[in-house]
């Protein structure tokens, strides 16, 4: 039986674009974006770095910035000192987890992100609901790999069969069937969708 939901950040309760967020904060010609877009945001430092929490904010500036020409350094410095600091929310998912919540539902974050989320996390939706918030850089560990679904059981006390996983990337959904959770869904950015989806999972409406 699933008793907790358990959410992705980007691209599931908040819009995850990079490219729409370097239009909305760098003023600069389209083609010095898309090399931003390239080095920085889906450059290796970023993921494997930020994210996975061994480089600091500073270290990945640097690091960005040492493949960049000097004029583009004040936007790599921008984009990362304001990253998700402005969240777009997902529509509906305000109430689809104040509703799950109210349901008896145990509702989780589970994410790729720097320590950078605590910086803005207020701004989430329903962030007073959640009863545990797992951020990747914290363990050092990235989905989609097994052990960061073992340890996030491990730290909140949990069934894996009892975990339902919703997330925008199918890998990050079968990682954590993989490793015994009890099922998932591969968000597309309908919430009405998911609704749907959860209902059978839960014996009732969502």
Known sequence: ???????????????????????????????????????????????????????????????VCGRLTERLHPFVHCVMENWNMDPKVIPGMENLIRSLKKSGCGVYILSNTAVTYYDYRHKLPAIDCFDGQFVSADYQVLKPNKEIYEKFVQVFKLVPEECYFIDDKPENVNGAVAAGWGGGFVFSGETAALEEALKPVLGSPA
């Open 1 to 63: 039986m699933i008793k907790n939901i358990v959410f992705d950040m980007g691209g599931v309760l908040i819009h995850d674009n990079p490219m729409d967020f370097l239009i909305r904060y760098i003023d600069a010609e389209q083609a010095d974006r898309e090399l931003i877009l390239q080095e920085l945001c889906l450059g290796p430092e970023w993921k494997f770095g930020w994210d996975n929490g061994t480089m600091s904010t500073e270290e990945v500036a640097k690091s």
